[in-house]
């Protein structure tokens, strides 16, 4: 079956604009992950989804940032006043939920803010 | 104080010889999840191995195994007979408790394959 789609896969920005991110899980999967990757760093969690509720939204950077899900599918990830620090890899991951040990992986949207 | 540490930020070894990569881990939850996810240069992030905390085993998934030493809190990547192929970057990962919630990582190590 598909996996974990994200789009755009590129987004070329201007500092101070919006931007929306999107991540469609693989189907069924309840649990769904948003990750950043700055350049040659490792992941930094951002949020987590288990259904249409975030229980946990301790990893967003600043209050530009925010989330949500509908329909227990597809998520979008809003900045708002992008920075040129918000350059990175975002990356989207969906399990099937609760004691689920993978996590599969989208390929990411490269944001590059100017 | 980090969670995950991974102390081998690169590591160059030749082909068909074994690799062991580093992981440490600090958490005071009995029960927790270990993963290694593998990092091609196209990006994607490939699942490889899970280790739980209360599994007796060592885990095993082809040439990959995980050598868990709780007390150590330990939980080192073996790959044996590596591949070119295998030329990526490599992150530990960790699930604390049972609640299917953030998965932290480490730094990653980077493994450069030699023909």
């Known amino acids: 079956g598909a996996g974990v789609s994200q789009s755009p896969s590129n987004k070329v920005t201007e500092k101070g604009k919006d931007v929306e991110l ?20 490792g992941l930094e969690f951002l949020i987590y989804f288990q259904g249409n509720s975030a229980p946990d939204k301790s990893g967003l950077p600043s ?8 329909g227990g599918s597809v998520s979008t990830l809003t900045i708002q006043r992008t920075q040129q620090e918000d350059s990175a890899v975002y990356l989207c991951a969906s399990s099937l939920g609760r004691n689920q040990e993978t996590q599969y992986f989208g390929p990411g949207t490269r944001l590059l803010v100017l | 104080a980090q969670k995950i540490t991974q102390t081998q930020p690169g590591m160059f070894v030749q082909e068909k010889e074994a690799v062991t990569l ?5 958490t005071s939850d009995p029960s927790y999840g270990l993963f290694w996810y593998k990092q091609p240069s196209s990006g994607e992030m490939i699942f490889l191995i899970y280790q739980g905390s209360y599994d ?12 868990f030493q709780k007390a150590r809190k330990s939980a080192n990547l ?18 604390e408790g049972w609640r299917d919630d ?6 990653g190590t980077r493994l450069h394959i030699l023909p």
């Open chain 2, 56 to 67: 007796q085993q060592n885990a095993t998934e082809g040439r990959y195994s995980l050598n």
């Open chain 2, 22 to 26: 580093d992981c440490t881990y600090d």
């Open chain 1, 22 to 41: 999107r991540c469609d899980p693989i189907s069924g999967h309840t649990a769904l992950y948003w990750y950043r990757q700055s350049l040659g760093q």
């Open chain 1, 63 to 70: 209050d530009r940032f925010s989330a949500e899900r509908t």
């Open chain 2, 102 to 107: 953030k998965i932290i990582f480490g730094k």
């Open chain 2, 78 to 95: 073996v790959i044996s007979a590596s591949q070119l192929g295998d030329s990526a970057m490599y992150f530990c990962a960790m699930r």
